[in-house]
């Protein structure tokens, strides 16, 4: 799989002009009747796939290294002449360093194992004010097979640096766009040098009370190259978690809705691979989220529980007139794999792309969120299954599962089933 950087010629259309926030509530209505199906139906069939506008593209001199015209599969392809150099320079690096100088960075000793993914491995940290961050490893431009599969190139590494970047910058507070739902990056950086004793001694005692499906890194060279991901804590994997109830649940679900609905319309993002693994759940006391999507305001209550989206290996945007996406055309295995939901999601989407995976389809994000209300109401081991609050959060999702596919977009969905506290006599002024 490469990833690969693509000229975006799009341009989006009718963008609203601002004047002032409005605080947004969910519909929390009766149940959703013929009407708003219709209406649903609709609005999928009248929209267009969203395009970038010109006030939210930036200029390609953003990038440091010259860029070049690259042709794979008879398309032609804008990317960085010198990868290497572009991700040195996101590193605020000259050359690599080692894993000693890249923790002292971080200002972080690493305390265990966490998670892995084919292509690195996860460890939790933790720094003197006693904050936690994650440290994922990924080895790249080796020779060395990992699990079966070719190391990262710095081409590959490059667009999933800028993709993590951007989506954590969403976090800062802006009128337009912003949200705390995707991960926070603390730092990148480049390093060379033999895995420490320190990091394959808990690497083997995750393998010893877990079992791990990667190879050891004890076999990586002295000259080996990693990207190192610093990120915030997240909390637990959706995966297994064990919500006190429905309600809990659904809030989770709107969270994720939001924060991809405001990525989709800054970036045309897509993320591609939003399976239960890729989103944290933590618990916090902050009662309320807020999101502002094209100069809207959106609050929402949490419930206790807060959402984060994670690894964007098979994400797609369009970045300073750029597009970077993952070329999955000629992955067959990923499309032919059975036993769940999630397969049928790949082919879902190879299927809306027609294997073009440079297109901008956000009705790919909504194949996702169909899957995560799948998994959420077929949870069985909810705390309280008796309340009232429970069984109304049930029914609020799967209701909602009914319809999802009509929509072809995760904007849409917020537009449809989120409402405006302003009148609307008071939304022309």
Request: with cysteine; hydrophobic share 35%; glycine share 6%.
């Given at each position: 799989?490469?990833?690969?950087?693509?000229?975006?010629?799009?341009?989006?259309?009718?963008?609203?002009?601002?004047?002032?926030?409005?605080?947004?509530?969910?519909?929390?209505?009766?149940?959703?009747?013929?009407e708003t199906l219709h209406a649903a139906q609709r609005l999928s069939s009248n929209t267009t796939a969203d395009r970038p506008s010109d006030s939210h593209d930036v200029s390609v001199q953003r990038f440091v290294a010259p860029l070049s015209w690259k042709t794979v599969s008879d398309q032609r392809f804008l990317c960085p002449q010198r990868s290497k150099d572009e991700v040195m320079t996101r590193c605020g690096q000259r050359e690599p360093i080692s894993f000693e100088q890249a923790l002292a960075k971080m200002e972080a000793t690493v305390e265990r194992k966490i998670g892995e993914g084919v292509y690195g491995e996860v460890f939790l940290c933790t720094k003197p004010n006693d904050r936690q961050s994650v440290l994922k490893l990924i080895p790249m431009e080796g020779n060395l097979?990992?699990?079966?599969?070719?190391?990262?190139?710095?081409?590959?590494?490059?667009?999933?640096?800028?993709?993590?970047?951007?989506?954590?910058?969403?976090?800062?507070?802006?009128?337009?766009?912003?949200?705390?739902?995707?991960?926070?990056?603390?730092?990148?950086?480049?390093?060379?040098?033999?895995?420490?004793?320190?990091?394959?001694?808990?690497?083997?005692?995750?393998?010893?009370?877990?079992?791990?499906?990667?190879?050891?890194?004890?076999?990586?060279?002295?000259?080996?190259?990693?990207?190192?991901?610093?990120?915030?804590?997240?909390?637990?994997?959706?995966?297994?978690?064990?919500?006190?109830?429905?309600?809990?649940?659904?809030?989770?679900?709107?969270?994720?809705?939001?924060?991809?609905?405001?990525?989709?319309?800054?970036?045309?993002?897509?993320?591609?691979?939003?399976?239960?693994?890729?989103?944290?759940?933590?618990?916090?006391?902050?009662?309320?989220?807020?999101?502002?999507?094209?100069?809207?305001?959106?609050?929402?209550?949490?419930?206790?529980?807060?959402?984060?989206?994670?690894?964007?290996?098979?994400?797609?945007?369009?970045?300073?007139?750029?597009?970077?996406?993952?070329?999955?055309?000629?992955?067959?295995?990923?499309?032919?794999?059975?036993?769940?939901?999630?397969?049928?999601?790949?082919?879902?989407?190879?299927?809306?792309?027609?294997?073009?995976?440079?297109?901008?389809?956000?009705?790919?994000?909504?194949?996702?969120?169909?899957?995560?209300?799948?998994?959420?109401?077929?949870?069985?081991?909810?705390?309280?299954?008796?309340?009232?609050?429970?069984?109304?959060?049930?029914?609020?999702?799967?209701?909602?599962?009914?319809?999802?596919?009509?929509?072809?977009?995760?904007?849409?969905?917020?537009?449809?089933?989120?409402?405006?506290?302003?009148?609307?006599?008071?939304?022309?002024?």
């Amino acid at each position: 799989m490469s990833t690969l950087l693509k000229t975006s010629m799009c341009r989006r259309e009718g963008a609203c002009s601002i004047g002032g926030e409005r605080r947004i509530t969910m519909y929390q209505g009766p149940p959703l009747s013929n009407e708003t199906l219709h209406a649903a139906q609709r609005l999928s069939s009248n929209t267009t796939a969203d395009r970038p506008s010109d006030s939210h593209d930036v200029s390609v001199q953003r990038f440091v290294a010259p860029l070049s015209w690259k042709t794979v599969s008879d398309q032609r392809f804008l990317c960085p002449q010198r990868s290497k150099d572009e991700v040195m320079t996101r590193c605020g690096q000259r050359e690599p360093i080692s894993f000693e100088q890249a923790l002292a960075k971080m200002e972080a000793t690493v305390e265990r194992k966490i998670g892995e993914g084919v292509y690195g491995e996860v460890f939790l940290c933790t720094k003197p004010n006693d904050r936690q961050s994650v440290l994922k490893l990924i080895p790249m431009e080796g020779n060395l097979l990992i699990n079966g599969e070719k190391q990262k190139t710095f081409e590959e590494i490059l667009s999933e640096i800028i993709i993590s970047s951007e989506l954590s910058d969403l976090r800062q507070q802006n009128v337009q766009f912003s949200t705390d739902g995707f991960v926070e990056l603390r730092s990148v950086s480049c390093v060379v040098g033999k895995y420490p004793k320190r990091l394959l001694e808990l690497w083997k005692d995750y393998n010893d009370r877990k079992g791990s499906e990667n190879d050891s890194p004890e076999d990586f060279p002295a000259d080996q190259l990693y990207i190192a991901f610093e990120t915030a804590f997240g909390g637990s994997d959706l995966d297994g978690y064990r919500f006190y109830n429905a309600q809990q649940a659904f809030a989770t679900f709107t969270q994720i809705v939001l924060a991809l609905a405001v990525a989709e319309k800054r970036y045309d993002f897509e993320h591609r691979d939003l399976h239960t693994g890729n989103i944290l759940i933590e618990t916090t006391k902050v009662p309320e989220r807020t999101y502002c999507l094209l100069g809207e305001e959106i609050v929402i209550k949490t419930h206790g529980l807060k959402a984060t989206i994670i690894d964007y290996t098979l994400s797609r945007i369009v970045y300073s007139g750029l597009c970077l996406f993952n070329d999955l055309s000629t992955d067959e295995e990923l499309f032919t794999a059975e036993g769940d939901y999630q397969f049928e999601i790949y082919r879902n989407m190879k299927t809306v792309l027609q294997n073009r995976w440079d297109q901008h389809a956000p009705r790919t994000n909504v194949y996702w969120l169909h899957y995560l209300l799948d998994k959420l109401t077929s949870v069985r081991n909810f705390r309280d299954k008796t309340s009232k609050a429970h069984k109304a959060g049930m029914k609020a999702m799967k209701q909602l599962s009914d319809v999802l596919l009509h929509f072809t977009s995760v904007h849409d969905i917020v537009r449809t089933f989120f409402a405006s506290d302003v009148p609307e006599a008071d939304k022309e002024n």
